[in-house]
């Protein structure tokens, strides 16, 4: 069976509108919290991905998931 230690990721684009404003675009994935030594210094995900608001490939950085509330 396999296990659940598996988190979400959102993860944000750090490129910015023509104005200067943040494009807000984001996409969330499946992060192994075992696998730590592949990522940065920090130790966040950080992946270069098309954006589809400004045409460009920019960096994406991990954030954190907000908490859903019951």
């Keep these: 069976m396999a296990s659940k230690n598996k988190t979400l990721v959102k993860m944000t684009s750090t490129g ?3 104005d200067g404003a943040l494009t807000g675009t984001y996409f ?3 992060k192994n919290p075992k696998n ?3 990522k940065g210094a920090d130790g966040k995900i950080r992946m270069k991905k098309y954006d589809k608001r400004i045409r460009q490939h ?3 950085l991990e954030k954190k998931m907000p908490s859903h509330s019951k």
């Design 28 to 30: 969330v994935i499946k």
């Design 36 to 38: 730590q030594k592949a």
């Design 58 to 60: 920019v960096v994406f």
């Design 16 to 18: 910015t509108m023509p």
